[in-house]
């Protein structure tokens, strides 16, 4: 049976929207910096799923437009709506925002029938999460369908066993439904076994799946109504409790810089691998800096198209963009997320490296 629609008295009948009480499922998508969380968001936009996906990101640090323009270009024509965390602590941050997010989204109601929402690398989604419960219980246009945690199977371990990191991936491990061990193609059977048993000890209800670039069968990841069943709210959201505490993202960094004009692809090539590989360059208190995670779009000399630059602890790989730069200034936008990174010194190398090179060529 239907329930009674509830109408405002100054609503003009030509704007009452088309009935629509249907709740939207939200799918949040967290993970370790650069395990493969948008390469599954693009790989669900991409299959054949009959749904209107709405998608949202969760933003760190100040890498805003570039993460924009990544999104953009790697998804074509979807809808956006952005998470902008000041100050990378997320429970602080994120109520506020998230809610507006949603309630922005919520005015496009009808256009769409899931959301999926991709959280930072260093996000809690015990945080995100519980967002959509305190909005439950004022009945809410939308639900939680269910987290799933994309771990890098080749530095999962790596960040399960270091001190530092440990937090944000054990929270999002613990706190997930589905659990995608991804970048199988990178490891051995046995570290993926003792990567599975270690996740397994995290959470030991979790369901694990193995994939290359988080290809999955769509029926694994969405409708999970992992959250449906009373006690099962109940159970998450005093887990949700715990992992609201505020908690600082120690001392890992955001470093982000745009510069103009081509650069060479092998003096890029260097300076890549000296920060990454070599790590060359240090902070002003002489200790090493240590990239986890690089993202960028550059100008390669010679090259029409936008070039994209994705780096991940010391892998990286360089990737010609449909994007054509046409009229618009072939600028080079660049952010580095990792340790005791110092923007003054490695803005100063980049540019006495890769672009000063290029001018003197
Ligand atoms: N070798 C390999 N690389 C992969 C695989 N899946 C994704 N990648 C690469 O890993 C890098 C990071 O992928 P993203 O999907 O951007 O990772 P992310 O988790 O969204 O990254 P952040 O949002 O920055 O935390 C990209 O260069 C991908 O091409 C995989 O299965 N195997
Ligand atoms: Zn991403």
């Not at 910096?33 to 760190?60: D, P, Y």
């Not at 890498?63 to 998470?83: H, M, P, R």
């Not at 256009?111 to 260093?122: A, C, N, Q, S």
């Not at 694994?220 to 005093?238: G, M, Q, R």
Request: net charge negative; charged share 25%; glycine share 6%.
């Amino acid at each position: 049976m239907d329930e009674p629609v509830q109408q405002d008295d100054d609503d003009c009948p030509e704007l009452v929207p088309i009935e629509n009480d249907k709740q939207i499922p939200v799918t949040i998508i967290t993970g370790y910096l650069g395990a493969g969380k948008t390469t599954l968001l693009n790989f669900i936009l991409s299959e054949q799923h009959n749904k209107r996906i709405a998608v949202i990101l969760n933003e760190f640090g100040e890498g805003n437009a570039l993460e924009k323009s990544l999104a953009v270009s790697q998804a074509g024509e979807l809808y956006e709506e952005w998470l902008e965390l000041r100050n990378g602590c997320l429970c602080c941050s994120v109520k506020d925002n998230g809610l507006k997010a949603i309630e922005n989204l919520m005015e496009k109601k009808g256009k769409f029938d899931y959301i999926l929402l991709e959280t930072t690398g260093l996000a809690d989604p015990g945080a995100v999460a519980a967002m959509f419960w305190v909005d439950a219980d004022l009945g809410s246009d939308v639900y939680l369908d269910g987290i799933v945690t994309v771990i890098d199977a080749k530095y999962g371990l790596q960040v399960c066993n270091d001190g530092c990191t440990w937090g944000f991936l054990n929270r999002q491990i613990a706190l997930a439904d589905l659990a995608i061990v991804n970048k199988t193609d990178l490891v051995e059977q046995e570290a993926l076994q003792e990567l599975r048993d270690t996740v397994r000890s995290i959470n030991g209800l979790v369901k694990i799946l193995e994939t290359q670039k988080s290809r999955v069968d769509l029926s694994e990841v969405l409708d999970l109504h992992s959250f449906d069943s009373k006690d099962s709210a109940n159970y998450h959201s005093s887990s949700f409790h715990i992992f609201l505490l505020c908690f600082t993202k120690q001392s890992i960094l955001t470093v982000t810089f745009e510069l103009d004009g081509n650069l060479s692809e092998d003096v890029l090539n260097i300076f890549v691998q000296n920060l990454l590989w070599e790590k060359m360059f240090h902070n002003k208190e002489g200790l090493p800096m240590t990239v986890i995670r690089l993202k960028g779009i550059v100008a390669l000399a010679g090259k029409a198209h936008q070039v994209m630059l994705q780096g991940v602890h010391e892998l990286y790989e360089l990737n010609e963009l449909p994007q054509l730069w046409g009229d618009d200034p072939r600028i080079n936008r660049l952010v580095f997320i990792g340790r005791n990174l110092d923007k003054d010194i490695l803005q100063e190398q980049f540019t006495s490296t890769v672009v000063a090179q290029e001018k003197g060529a």
